[in-house]
């Protein structure tokens, strides 16, 4: 056994979620590339050693992972390939150019020679009219590496508050690797689904924003609370950091007390009156949002689209128990981000942020499993992202 930690590159990386998993599960991220520069603006203040670099992955040579990593060989490569050519929501082309990154990820595979990779995308990909493209990139590395899938998750399965279904492939070198199976990567066993109520019930109430400010991420006080009133949720997700990671002012709001994320969002009479008239568990008939429900799951969050797609911002759920859409924070915590974590001062690209990401507490399992399978061991054996009991 070794206690020295294994590396990984991050493909496709966003604001960090995959990243965040895998740091948490013993790995160190090396180089993380997004060729969004605001999806990734606060991944170097959240991940302090690792690099991020803006990049279009399609691009990158072998000369370039020289530049990057030197003779480095990473022992894995994780990454989420763009999937609006595939959801099935919106518009579905197959000659979007973003499907062609599904080969490009397979590309580096090829190029770097790893010991493992974990790709994850939408189930849409597993359509018909899609896996095919799946199918041929895969080929290309089904020589070297033992494939585990597709095969599709929920990320209330693995400990968060969200109904998050995605498809989930991964491929090791059995010559480098104890052997997994389909069955390694099964959720957590939970005694019960963390709810809406155990991901939110203890965070504050959203603050205004001030229109001079464009750098502030809308800190707020907890509420006054107790370890009998937080749910072991709550708990986990108020952590501190473990060292490497986190941002130094998040660290030290959070330790006096504050928690960023909280900013309104600001609703007309008529739309506040309409949403806390709406029933739990259904939709708004004009915005299609969706009102929570405190026992329940959240439904998926989604994440819109950047400027150069049109800017539409996604739909978003509807408080349980007020008349307003939730707030970033609120969202974070759904999808199991931790509190430290930070995203952008401005709600929509928070929004885009999480919805694009792969819940932390789905790549912690993932790579959790492999961690162990390559001959390492945690430091104390406890998960960081705590579940619900």
Request: one cysteine or more; a negative charge; hydrophobic letters at 35%.
């Given at each position: 056994m070794t206690r020295s930690k294994p590396t990984i590159v991050d493909l496709f990386c966003g604001c960090g979620g995959f990243s965040l998993g895998a740091e948490l599960a013993g790995f160190r991220s090396l180089v993380a590339i997004d060729i969004d520069p605001t999806l990734q603006s606060g991944f170097a203040k959240n991940f302090p050693l690792s690099k991020p670099i803006e990049g279009n992955v399609a691009e990158i040579g072998l000369a370039d992972w020289s530049l990057l990593i030197g003779k480095a060989r990473p022992d894995g490569i994780i990454g989420g390939p763009p999937c609006q050519g595939f959801s099935r929501i919106g518009k579905r082309r197959k000659e979007d150019p973003r499907n062609t990154l599904i080969h490009h990820?397979?590309?580096?595979?090829n190029l770097l020679?790893?010991?493992?990779?974990?790709?994850?995308?939408?189930?849409?990909?597993?359509?018909?009219?899609?896996?095919?493209?799946?199918?041929?990139?895969?080929?290309?590395?089904?020589?070297?590496?033992?494939?585990?899938?597709?095969?599709?998750?929920?990320a209330a399965d693995f400990g968060a508050a969200t109904n998050r279904y995605r498809t989930v492939i991964v491929g090791y070198?059995?010559?480098?690797?104890?052997a997994l199976e389909q069955s390694s990567f099964d959720g957590v066993v939970l005694a019960k689904s963390a709810t809406v109520r155990d991901a939110i019930s203890d965070l504050p109430n959203p603050i205004a924003m001030d229109p001079k400010d464009k750098t502030n991420l809308g800190w707020a006080a907890y509420p006054a609370a107790t370890s009998r009133t937080l749910s072991q949720y709550a708990r986990g997700l108020r952590r501190a950091p473990p060292q490497g990671l986190g941002w130094k002012e998040a660290r030290e709001r959070q330790k006096a007390g504050f928690v960023s994320g909280m900013f309104e969002t600001v609703h007309s009479p008529v739309v506040a009156t309409r949403?806390?008239?709406?029933?739990?568990?259904?939709?708004?008939?004009?915005?299609?949002?969706?009102?929570?429900q405190w026992g329940g799951q959240c439904t998926t969050l989604r994440a819109g689209t950047g400027s150069d797609k049109g800017s539409f911002q996604a739909v978003r759920p509807l408080h349980p128990a007020e008349g307003r859409v939730i707030t970033v924070r609120e969202a974070a915590r759904m999808q199991a981000f931790p509190d430290w974590f930070i995203f952008h001062p401005t709600k929509w690209h928070s929004f885009r942020m999480i919805g694009n990401s792969v819940s932390p507490s789905v790549s912690y399992r993932i790579l959790s499993t492999i961690f162990e399978s390559l001959g390492y061991i945690t430091e104390d054996g406890a998960p960081v992202i705590q579940y619900a009991a």
């Open positions: 990820f397979y590309r580096h595979i020679q790893p010991k493992f990779f974990v790709m994850e995308n939408v189930e849409g990909l597993l359509d018909d009219e899609n896996i095919g493209v799946l199918m041929s990139a895969i080929e290309t590395v089904s020589d070297t590496y033992t494939i585990i899938g597709p095969f599709v998750v929920n070198n059995p010559n480098e690797i104890d949403y806390a008239e709406t029933l739990g568990g259904k939709c708004d008939p004009i915005s299609k949002s969706h009102r929570l």
